[in-house]
């Protein structure tokens, strides 16, 4: 038996209605890709899911930005912050920190989501990104963003970044790249939340 208050089921056999759907909208593959792209509309939220990526280059950082012009500029200033667990192989660096050099502070710059990500053929990266309201031309647009990658000096990485776009004019794009090199491979889902 469900819960109802106001005519709105908020409990049924245990699960909460939030009153959303999440629905799919696209996916992209990459195979030596310089980046992928990725246009936004009225969604209330949009998630992003990084499925195995892998850097053409050792230690770089996966990254992305915003356009609100069509996917003609990504330059829309961010302000962000950006903290990581992370503990090696060897079982050394057992270690939680806040970065200060890879947030942003007003900043038109790429966003790093996935920090120093190695190239070897075993070594990749996954995580999600939350983007909510884009389309809102009253609010500021936050993010938050949860990875896991594996380091170049063979560390186990897992950051949790978030920030907000300082910007009240509707968000139309995002691209997603590497500091330095292609994404050799790996996917990524995009699914809309209203």
Partial sequence: MGLISNGTTIFDNGVV??????????????????????????????????????????????????????GSNYNVTKTSTYFMAYHGENDAGAVLTYDDTLDLAQSTSNQNLLYSLGADADQNASGTLQLFNPSSTTYVKHWIANTNNAHHNNFSFNTYISGYANTTSALTNIKFQMSSGNIDAGQILLFGVN
Avoid at 26 to 36: K, N
Avoid at 41 to 57: A, I, L, R, S, W
Wanted: proline share 2%.
């Fill in 17 to 70: 209605n939030a009153g959303g759907s999440m629905t799919f909208i696209s996916s992209a593959t990459a195979s030596s890709s310089a980046s992928i792209e990725f246009s936004l509309g009225d969604y209330k939220e949009y998630q992003f899911y990084f499925v195995n990526m892998h850097p053409q280059t050792d230690d770089v950082y996966f990254q992305f930005n915003l356009s609100k012009d069509n």
